[in-house]
Nanobody, 123 residues
Framework: QVEVVESGGGLVQPGDSLRLSCAVS????????MGWFRQAPGKEREFVAS????????YYTDSVKGRFTISRDNAKNTAYLQMNSLKPEDTAVYYC????????????????WGQGTQVTVSS
């Protein structure tokens, strides 16, 4: 396992943008596929986006396609989630996770998790 630390959350208005960062400890970052998940109050944790080890392939849940972009910088041991055109329904705690497996959508396939960062979209 590795240590995962998210940052960048906050309170924004509908239509605004935010960029979340996910810093991963150690020199093995490039061996991990990365994913972003979110959990809204009273709801189950859901998949948002994932990216393969080299960054060549990305995957998104339908509700964020065209608005969110996942990326990574292996030199900086950091993954990112650029969120544009934010909507109130995007309000949630956002979690970053790392997996030695495939960049899938199943939370139980991820080995290491961050503590989460709150994103609130409200006018």
């Amino acid at each position: 396992q590795v240590e995962v630390v998210e940052s960048g959350g906050g309170l924004v208005q509908p239509g605004d943008s935010l960029r979340l960062s996910c810093a991963v400890s150690g020199r093995t970052f490039r061996t991990y596929a990365m994913g972003w998940f979110r959990q809204a109050p009273g709801k189950e944790r859901e998949f948002v986006a994932s990216i393969t080890r080299g960054g060549s392939f990305t995957y998104y849940t339908d509700s964020v396609k065209g608005r969110f972009t996942i990326s990574r910088d292996n030199a900086k041991n950091t993954a990112y989630l650029q969120m544009n055109s934010l909507k109130p329904e995007d309000t949630a705690v956002y979690y970053c996770a790392a997996t030695l497996g495939a960049a899938g959508q199943e939370a139980n396939k991820y080995d290491s998790w961050g503590q989460g960062t709150q994103v609130t979209v409200s006018s």
